[in-house]
């Protein structure tokens, strides 16, 4: 059936008008259920693809002018070709088409065939006299998978801290828990939040999934002794300082302060430019900036701008608003020390982070570290102030209305303009995989639905007045698997929640792996109950939790329950949510019973039910999957009952701001994690699961 929206629907111009620029006029929030667009949802999403829909006579015109431009279009602006397959854009293409194709190696060819993997310019010539210049990517058919099964753990980076950390984890202890988990414990890789550059000012928004760039890490994770000018600096009383940032997390309870630990790294990082580089060091310092180029200039230029101006270029003086004006240019020479800065400290940071990528190879993990890619950026960060043109204005991207919440979200991130990536040859998209490669052994893409359509919120307008805008989801995984076979790196896409019919097939056949959580995996076409573990999918990270869900102790013992009861957060009684709450862990216990994953059990199958002992159980079933990744959420290695993030809160709850802690509420260091005996128990599990025959 056809529901209205929350206006009057579109017109028939207006929607073949919508349809022919990727603009949806309805969605399917349950598979036996459509509801139509409004108009107005329709109309803000054209105009922020440039076209003027805004009354019936505009629309008619665009829409005249859009069919005639395809009408007589040779071809796309990007063309997608696999390697070893046919190319239907250009076998469509009138009989004695001549063809002239520029290979990024600097070849040319009359042929497509054995082209090289890349992305290349062609040149095509009909017949007619009719001409297209156009981007051709020629990628694998696909992506990298892991080699073998392996099990990892799963950390947000802040929260793990040691007895060396500056008041918040940094890369230090990345580097160190990779090495160790790697040689010591036999895991194949460590995920990671994203560690993206995020927006400076007081307080900072501690959201990783909200940065300014995403092309370049935060140095707020910097270990500042890492830096080799830290031995012959003079640092004074900065050490002494970030002992009491740590003291104030570790002994007394208090939550992690990025501010202060910004404030005392970068005035350590400061002193640090004070050190002359040794030659070789100068030597790969010129290296990273004129392999970055560009994008590290705006990147360094907007942090600079930043001190002086304010973190939100929208309030700027108009001239500083355009990276490439006049003023911008007389602005940055003014501040090129403190562009130099910056970039300095994007150098440091991406150094740092390949040592910790390095130090999880050489310490036996067939993957390493899996870094996580945010779904877009802060609209007054950096990225969207360097890259605008890209960037659909007056939009916001979220999510439509739907059996979890009615009233849909609205992320606060700018959408890329899909007409504008295809222009380019996705040169953005292409950088910022390049980007994050340099130093990942995988990449996780969070919303990795995102790739084919996203739900576009007009500025000002409640998410329910949102519409779906595509995006070219053949040419977005094309360059995924380019870059990601270059570097050699596996792709996880977070697929959990409602995915249109048809993406994960398409990504499965593309090679990126999805993420099954345990709780979520249920006969949902059937009797509903938990999906028996050779029911599950292969290509997968199968997890029992994440950093968007309750740890796996409190979801056993109901203390998910009970903290969002304090927080104001159930929309139904509390002992109706209890019940349901320990009705899903039942079901879950009863089936792990049945299986016999309870060590040491009794004739029933239960041991003495430990919380302990269920932890292993839900992971003995994960293992018991056929799923090529298993990870393990760190927290739960030691009973923490605290979600990093709880969803639906802003400042009632710390979101994004507390360090690993063990069952009873005590912040635990990496140094006591490590002689964890529950931690060693449960590792114990995971091993034997991956490490036997089959």
């Known amino acids: 059936m056809t529901v209205p929206g929350p206006a009057e629907p579109p017109s028939e111009d207006l929607s073949r008008l919508a349809e022919l620029h990727g603009v949806a006029t309805s969605y399917s929030p349950s598979p036996d259920r459509t509801v139509a667009a409004s108009a107005g949802a329709v109309v803000a999403a054209l105009a922020a693809l440039g076209v003027d829909a805004g009354t019936p006579e505009a629309a008619r015109t665009a829409l005249a002018a859009r069919e005639g431009e395809l009408a007589g279009r040779l071809l796309p602006p990007t063309v997608v070709c696999r390697s070893g397959a046919p190319c239907a854009a250009l076998d469509a293409l009138p009989d004695g088409t001549r063809l002239h194709i520029e290979t990024e190696q600097g070849e040319t060819s009359a042929s497509i065939e054995q082209l090289p993997p890349g992305v290349h310019r062609l040149t095509a010539t009909a017949p007619d006299g009719r001409t297209a210049r156009v981007h051709l990517v020629v990628a694998p058919a696909r992506l990298p998978t892991p080699a073998a099964r392996s099990y990892g753990l799963m950390v947000q980076v802040y929260s793990l801290l040691s007895r060396r950390s500056w008041g918040m984890g ?53 270990r500042v002794e890492g830096v080799p000018e830290f031995a012959y600096a003079e640092p004074g009383q900065l ?60 990147h360094a230029t907007w942090y600079a701008l930043a001190e002086v101006h304010g973190a939100d270029w929208h309030r700027w003086p108009a001239g500083l608003r355009d990276p490439r004006s006049p003023e911008t240019a007389r602005a940055r020479a003014e501040l090129m020390d403190r562009v130099d800065f910056h970039c300095r400290l994007a150098w440091l940071t991406d150094t740092q982070l390949t040592a910790a990528q390095r130090a999880a190879r050489e310490a036996g993990m067939p993957i390493g570290i899996v870094h996580d890619l945010a779904v ?41 303009r899909p007409d504008r990536l295809a222009a380019s040859g996705y040169a953005p998209y292409r950088r910022l995989l390049r980007a994050l490669f340099r130093y990942a052994g995988a990449l996780r893409i969070d919303h990795v639905m995102g790739l084919f359509r996203l739900w576009w919120v007009p500025q000002g307008r409640p998410p329910t007045e949102g519409t779906y805008v595509r995006y070219d989801g053949e040419a977005m995984l094309a360059i995924l698997a380019l870059e990601a076979s270059r570097a050699g790196a596996v792709v996880i896409g977070e697929d959990l929640g409602t995915v249109e019919p048809g993406v994960r097939e398409a990504l499965q056949e593309c090679g990126v792996l999805g993420t099954s959580v345990l709780w979520f995996e249920r006969d949902w076409e059937g009797n509903g109950r938990p999906l028996a573990p050779d029911r599950w999918r292969a290509d997968c990270l199968a997890t029992a939790t994440t950093h968007d869900l309750p740890p796996t102790a409190a979801r056993l013992s109901g203390d998910h329950v009970e903290l969002r009861d304090r927080l104001g957060l159930l929309t139904r009684p509390l002992a109706q949510e209890r019940a349901e709450a320990a009705a899903d862990v039942g ?55 605290r979600p990093q993030n709880l969803p639906g809160t802003w400042d009632q709850y710390p979101n994004w701001r507390l360090p690993v802690a063990d069952a009873d509420g005590r912040p635990i260091t990496l140094e006591e994690l490590a002689a964890s005996p529950r931690l060693h128990a449960l590792i114990e599990v995971l091993k034997a699961g991956t490490q036997a025959p089959g």
């Open 170 to 222: 940094d890369l230090g202890d990345l580097e160190e828990l990779a090495a160790w988990a790697g040689r010591a414990l036999g895991a194949g890789f460590v995920q990671v939040n994203p560690l993206h550059a995020a927006v400076p000012g007081a307080p900072t928004d501690p959201s990783p999934y909200r940065p300014s760039s995403r092309r370049f890490p935060d140095p707020v994770y910097l």
């Open 239 to 298: 050490p002494e300082k970030a002992a009491l940032l740590r003291e104030a997390v570790l002994e007394k309870g208090e939550l992690i302060d990025r501010d202060a630990v910004w404030e005392v790294k970068r005035e350590a990082l400061e002193l640090l430019r004070e050190v002359p580089l040794g030659p070789g060091r100068r030597a790969a310092y010129a290296d990273f900036l004129a392999e970055q180029g560009q994008a590290l200039e705006d």
């Open 376 to 416: 877009g950026v802060h609209p007054a960060g950096a990225d969207a102030w360097a890259q605008q043109e890209y960037f659909a204005s007056g939009m916001s991207v979220g999510a439509p209305p739907d059996a979890f919440n009615s009233l849909g979200q609205d992320w606060g991130l700018p959408p890329w």
């Open 587 to 641: 079901e879950w216990l009863a089936l792990l019973t049945r299986l016999g994953l309870f060590e040491g059990a009794d004739e029933g199958g239960r041991p003495g039910s430990t919380e302990e002992a269920e932890i292993q159980a839900l992971h003995r079933f994960l293992l018991r999957t056929p799923a090529r990744m298993v990870g393990v959420w760190l927290p739960d290695t030691v009973g923490d009952r």
